[in-house]
C-alpha cells in the first residue's frame, strides 16, 4: 500500500507556471507507474499525465500535451507534474494516482491523494 500527498497547488493568473509535488510513503514508488488526475467542478475526474515506473515512458491528455511535464524521482519517493501556460480551463483539483498500468480510465487507479487545488484566473 501507498500514501500520497500532492502539494504545491495555489492561485496563478493565466499564463502562470506552478509545479505540483506528490510525495508517496509506505511501499516504495518506484512499484507503481505514477499518473495525474484532476477534477473541475462539475466535472468527471479525467487523466492529466502519466509515467512508467523508471520514467521510460510519459503519456499526456491532448489538453495539456505541449504545457505540462510529468516526471518522477523515486530515490526521493516524489513525482512532479510542472505546468506550464496555464489557462483557465485548467482549474481544478489534482490528484496524485498510483496504479500498476498507466490508463486514462480513474477506475483503473488503485491509490489516490486527497488532490491540491489550482485556480487559474482570467
Known amino acids: 500500500q501507498v500514501h500520497l500527498v500532492e502539494s504545491g497547488g495555489g492561485l496563478v493568473q493565466a499564463g502562470a507556471s506552478l509545479r505540483l509535488s506528490c510525495a508517496a510513503s509506505?511501499?516504495?514508488?518506484?512499484?507503481?507507474?505514477m499518473s495525474w488526475f484532476r477534477q473541475a467542478p462539475g466535472e468527471e475526474r479525467e487523466f492529466v499525465a502519466g509515467?512508467?515506473?523508471?520514467?521510460?515512458?510519459?503519456y499526456y491528455a491532448d489538453s495539456v500535451k505541449g504545457r505540462f511535464t510529468i516526471s518522477r524521482d523515486n530515490d526521493k519517493n516524489t513525482q512532479f507534474l510542472q505546468m506550464t501556460g496555464l489557462k483557465p480551463e485548467d482549474a481544478a483539483v489534482y490528484y496524485c494516482?498510483?496504479?500498476?498500468?498507466?490508463?486514462?480510465?480513474?477506475?483503473?487507479?488503485?491509490?489516490w491523494g486527497k488532490g491540491t487545488l489550482v485556480t487559474v484566473s482570467s
Open positions: 494516482a498510483a496504479g500498476s498500468y498507466v490508463s486514462r480510465d480513474y477506475g483503473d487507479v488503485d491509490y
Open positions: 509506505g511501499r516504495t514508488m518506484s512499484s507503481y507507474v
Open positions: 509515467i512508467t515506473r523508471y520514467g521510460v515512458s510519459t
